[in-house]
């Protein structure tokens, strides 16, 4: 079966995480990706956090299938006419440098476009024009500047960041979009365009109902669905609200049977509206359906940590997983916390392949998270990420050099 992005040939000039994301699902969707790495070193995440000596570790390896590895020392002037001659071949080039480092590197915008006129040249930086443009970012720090860890965490605590990397693999995913929208555009245009995702932008992106809160506390001083009300203060700003739902129906974090030992014994519980009558009657609270005090949400809003008191009273009984199919009987939402040896644990991950087996040639098998969007007519296969170079020979054929010319290029330290 033909792959959705069959044809489309991405240079990859991405490090660390949040290129790397955003080419590997390209080539997920059936893109030929060739990830051009420094001659020797390569992706600096090939090395980091090893757990196995000597061996691709799993930062890198996770963050990097199904792609071509070839090495270009693209500072040495024929490795820039290598790299040149990708260009030409090539339908979009993908760069997370720090800003400037292409331009210095001699391949600005204009250049590319003498190249080619039909390339996508789409990056990744940590902010767009403005005063931090011309600065390095990793994660956390587009996570603080994105407004994600000024509203995350608890009231008396100070701001933290979350595990899901929204500031890398979200930044990646959001430059996935404007790459295929771009090849999109080409089909009528013909041309080539810029795209640029910040990682700024894009948790901003993400925290986007933070700013909606943000207006709403600026013209009312209140709001009632944060712990914030009635039991403490608001300030200017949209405070961090603990593990309160971002929408408009209640929810919290309860413990379960086991937590005191367990620390993913809990339950995320949302008392929905229309279900209240239910979580009453599950409760064994069965007079709060129809008490004016408990009956309405507005009602409910002064109470809730009350209310989630009594409900936890209810969970601290069941252990998640009996609470979620004694909950999920009755149409009331609600999530288990999981833990990350759960979820490697937990079969129908695997079988929808968003938890995936891989082989490797020098590290063995490991777990790995696959595709997350299934496309019905462009399914995934999962394929181990390259060891570094090695598909340098076999791609400097297909742009037309000889053996021999390799052979001098390799002597000559440019790839
Ligand atoms: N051959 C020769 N030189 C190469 C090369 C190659 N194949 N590939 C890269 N280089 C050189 C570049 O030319 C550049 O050199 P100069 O600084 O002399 O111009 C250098 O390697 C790349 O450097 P960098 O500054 O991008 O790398 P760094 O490790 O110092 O910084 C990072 C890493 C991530 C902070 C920075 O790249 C960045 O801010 N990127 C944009 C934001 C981003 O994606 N952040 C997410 C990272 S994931 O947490």
């Not at 979200?170 to 013909?190: F, K």
């Not at 129906?249 to 809990?266: H, V």
């Amino acid at each position: 079966m033909g792959k959705a992005l069959d044809g489309v040939r991405i240079l990859d000039f991405t490090h660390v995480q949040s290129g790397p994301t955003c080419t590997q699902l390209l080539a997920w969707f059936g893109a030929d990706v060739i990830k051009v790495e420094r001659a020797g070193a390569g992706d600096i995440t090939r090395e980091q956090l090893r757990d196995i000596p000597d061996v691709d570790s799993l930062y890198f390896t996770m963050l990097n299938h199904n792609k071509r590895s070839v090495t270009i020392d693209t500072k040495n002037p024929e490795g820039k006419q290598v790299l040149e001659a990708l260009i030409q071949k090539c339908d979009v080039l993908v760069e997370n440098f720090a800003p400037g480092a292409l331009d210095r590197m001699g391949f600005t915008w204009e250049r590319i476009q003498e190249l080619n006129p039909r390339m996508i040249v789409a990056s990744v930086k940590g902010f767009g024009p403005g005063p931090y443009e011309d600065c390095k970012v990793y994660e956390n720090v587009a996570q603080c500047a994105g407004g994600a860890a000024s509203t995350t965490g608890f009231d008396d605590g100070p701001p933290v960041v979350t595990g899901a990397q929204i500031g890398d693999s979200g930044t990646g995913l959001h430059l996935a979009l404007g790459i295929v929208t771009a090849l999109y555009q080409r089909t009528q245009t013909g041309r080539g365009q810029r795209v640029l995702a910040a990682m700024q932008d894009g948790v901003l992106n993400l925290c986007r109902v933070k700013l909606r809160d943000q207006q709403r506390l600026e013209r009312t001083g209140v709001m009632k669905e944060y712990p914030q009300y009635p039991n403490g203060k608001f300030g200017e700003a949209v405070p961090r609200a603990g593990n309160a739902s971002g929408g408009g129906q209640p929810g919290w974090i309860l413990k379960c049977k086991g937590w005191e030992t367990d620390p993913n014994a809990y339950i995320y519980f949302i008392t929905q509206a229309p279900v209240w009558a239910k979580i009453c009657n599950v409760i064994g609270k069965e007079e709060w359906a129809t008490d004016p005090d408990y009956a309405t949400p507005a009602a409910r809003l002064p109470r809730l940590k009350d209310i989630f008191a009594e409900i936890e009273r209810w969970t601290m009984t069941k252990t998640k997983f009996e609470a979620m199919q004694i909950l999920n009987k009755y149409d009331i939402p609600c999530g288990p916390i999981l833990s990350m040896k759960e979820i490697a644990e937990e079969p129908s991950l695997r079988q929808t392949g968003t938890i995936v087996e891989v082989d490797h040639p020098t590290r063995g098998k490991y777990l790995t998270v696959g595709n997350p969007i299934k496309l019905s007519d462009s399914p995934t296969e999962v394929k181990r990420s390259p060891l570094l170079g090695e598909h340098t020979d076999e791609v400097m054929a297909e742009l037309g050099y000889s053996p021999e010319q390799i052979s001098a290029l390799r002597t000559a330290g440019a790839i």
